[in-house]
């Protein structure tokens, strides 16, 4: 492919890079100078409105895949395409109707501590923690898989070295943003990021209708006609999906996936500690249906105009996987190649883009150092969590404890001898050691990140983050769900659930056609697959909850109906909500 900016193009392109790198650090250090306390580094100090926590959580939401990987896929594929949006959006009901409230009602900082409020904390935590490393993993490559894409595209080249020296500068970015700046700057960054990506969709879409006169019929046809020899085919069922009964059973499990994910990504969970109360949490998850509901819409018209202007084949032709079908657009809506137009609004797309990457690798790096910090490190390694400040306050003051149950025998000052040494007589950690094991995780996650993702360049960032779906919502939802609503569910029962659902989806995923077998796998020069699916959700899934509904059942530990009840008031009053 022939560059697409050069000279004084090039350099803006590059400008509008480093603009939008330098005001994110400016934000991090900004925030990173004020308060690093444990409430503040995991929850930004719970001080966002609802309005701001629906941007964040948009920001979150909307990432790579969704700007980049499911345009890309809408234009390639037509209908089977739109289905990956369809699935991403309708995700946001069970959220606000399942978790939102109650999460935030019965947590403080990640999943486990929901869970540990009814069951044993060690082994849970060291459930939920591993769980939610390894979905904030996958999701992680599929952002820094489409930086490399895009800045490759930008700089005109191909060649796999410019993709990967980009997927390690994006990686030593999202360190900086966590270890400096934590909650408060990275959903500040999220908050211009949403602001930033919503507005650029707006204007491409008024462009593409502009060019068909608004007339959609239109632009499905000529959308059907450059999609490279499918015609009507594009804008029916079954083009990706439904050539076989193996493809429609994939398509069968990546929606299971990415409706039931959602409610189970950690990063998303984590938003909704940023608010002070479980009707802030309810309200924030409206605006991100509105700002998400709006945005998947679009990125329709912008599928089909990638494919009715650009081309299937040209897009096929810059990425194989049509990571870049958003930015192919916007060079031809301002002119074409060469035209002064067409490269300023390239480079103001792909900015965007970049942005939205790194918004979005921020936020889960910090629920994955969260969850290693504050659930493996210490909560199952060391002992238990630290108290905030906050809480302690609350507590001299003679406010009802929000651990109580954890927490046998606490004292007014909530500095009991069993606090002191936690429940297994391991001396608690303290908000300065947890603070300082998040940000050494931060830099080892992001490392481990950025290795796994050199590997993983050839795969669609939609395609990669349905993955990460799955894993959620095979060990995160099916835990969450019982605990909540399951008065019977057992500390056995949990951690069953978490490794029934998390190990079969990744054995499946490594037998499976992503990694061997096909021309786009991780290794196409071996087979070694013998798992059809390319997505694991039909079977983990059903297995994640299996697990846990059995071993509950043949547990020998009966549940705690106290703490189950205080679980049950704390999730649906508030009463005792940190």
Same mark, same amino acid.
């Given at each position: ?5 050069? !000279?004084?193009?090039? *350099? ?19 925030? *990173? ?28 939401? @909307? ?7 499911? $345009? ?24 606000? &109707? ?20 009814? %069951? ?32 490759? %595209?930008?700089? *005109? ?8 020296? /980009? ?7 999202? #360190? ?9 700057? $990275?959903?500040?960054?999220? #908050?211009?990021?949403?602001? @930033? ?22 632009? &499905?046809? =000529? ?19 439904? =050539? ?17 994910? /959602?409610?189970?990504?950690?990063? #998303? ?16 998850? &409206? ?10 819409? &679009? ?5 089909? !105009?990638?494919? =009715? ?12 996987? *049509? ?17 002064? !137009? ?64 954890? +927490? ?14 936690? +429940? ?55 835990? %969450? ?12 029962? =949990? ?45 983990? #899934? ?30 649906? $009053? ?5």
């Amino acid at each position: 492919m022939a560059p697409l900016t050069t !000279g004084q193009h090039h *350099g803006l392109a590059v400008a509008l890079f480093a603009v939008v790198v330098l005001v994110t650090l400016a934000i991090t250090f900004w925030v *990173g100078r004020r308060g690093q306390a444990a409430e503040e580094f995991y929850a930004g100090g719970r001080g966002f409105s609802p309005l701001q926590n629906g941007f964040a959580l948009s920001g979150d939401y @909307l990432s790579a895949a969704s700007f980049l990987g499911v $345009t890309g896929l809408i234009a390639l594929y037509g209908y089977d395409g739109v289905l990956y949006s369809i699935g991403f959006l309708v995700a946001w009901l069970v959220v606000l &109707m399942l978790v939102a409230e109650l999460v935030r009602n019965s947590g403080r900082y990640t999943l486990a501590d929901v869970l540990a409020v009814r %069951l044993r904390q060690r082994p849970v935590r060291a459930a939920t923690g591993s769980a939610s490393v390894v979905v904030s993993l996958l999701y992680l490559i599929a952002q820094m898989v489409g930086a490399g894409s895009l800045v490759a %595209l930008l700089l *005109g080249t191909t060649s796999g070295q410019a993709k990967s020296w /980009t997927i390690v500068g994006v990686g030593t970015l999202m #360190i900086i943003y966590v270890t400096i700046g934590g909650m408060k700057a $990275t959903t500040w960054i999220q #908050i211009v990021k949403a602001f @930033l990506l919503v507005a650029g969709a707006v204007l491409l879409t008024v462009l593409v209708l502009a060019r068909f006169h608004g007339d959609l019929a239109q632009l &499905m046809r =000529a959308a059907a006609h450059g999609s490279g020899g499918a015609g009507q085919a594009y804008l029916q069922p079954g083009l990706k999906y439904g =050539a076989s009964t193996t493809s429609r059973l994939d398509f069968f499990s990546l929606g299971l996936a990415l409706v039931l994910g /959602t409610a189970g990504l950690p990063h #998303i969970l984590s938003r909704f500690y940023t608010v002070p109360t479980a009707r802030a949490a309810r309200r924030s998850t &409206m605006w991100a249906i509105g700002l998400i509901g709006g945005f998947y819409l &679009m990125a329709i018209v912008l599928g089909l !105009g990638a494919a =009715a202007l650009v081309g299937a084949k040209a897009v096929r032709a810059a990425n194989p996987a *049509g990571n870049t079908a958003v930015p192919l657009l916007a060079l031809d809506l301002g002119g074409g190649a060469g035209s002064t !137009g067409g490269v300023v609004l390239f480079a103001v797309i792909s900015a965007i883009a970049f942005a939205t990457i790194l918004a979005v690798v921020a936020g889960l790096t910090l629920a994955s150092s969260a969850a290693f910090a504050h659930d493996l490190y210490a909560g199952a390694w060391r002992g238990l969590p630290a108290l905030s400040r906050r809480t302690r306050r609350r507590r001299k003051r003679g406010a009802t404890s929000d651990e109580g149950a954890q +927490e046998p025998g606490a004292s007014a000052s909530g500095r009991s001898a069993w606090r002191r040494t936690g +429940e297994d007589g391991v001396r608690e950690v303290t908000e300065g050691q947890e603070v300082g094991a998040a940000r050494i995780a931060a830099v080892a996650i992001g490392a481990l990140a950025i290795v796994l993702s050199l590997f993983a360049q050839k795969l669609n960032v939609a395609f990669l983050v349905g993955l990460a779906f799955a894993v959620a919502a095979s060990a995160n939802l099916p835990t %969450l769900l019982y605990s909540l609503f399951w008065r019977r569910f057992t500390t056995r029962g =949990a951690i069953w659930s978490v490794y029934g659902g998390l190990v079969p989806a990744v054995v499946l995923v490594a037998f499976s056609p992503v990694v061997s077998g096909s021309p786009s796998a991780l290794f196409p020069g071996v087979d070694f697959h013998w798992f059809p699916l390319e997505n694991p959700g039909l079977v983990s #899934i059903p297995l994640g909850f299996l697990a846990g509904w059995i071993c509950t059942l043949i547990s020998r530990e009966a549940a705690d109906p106290d703490r189950y009840a205080e679980l049950e008031v704390r999730s649906l $009053t508030g009463a005792g909500a940190v």
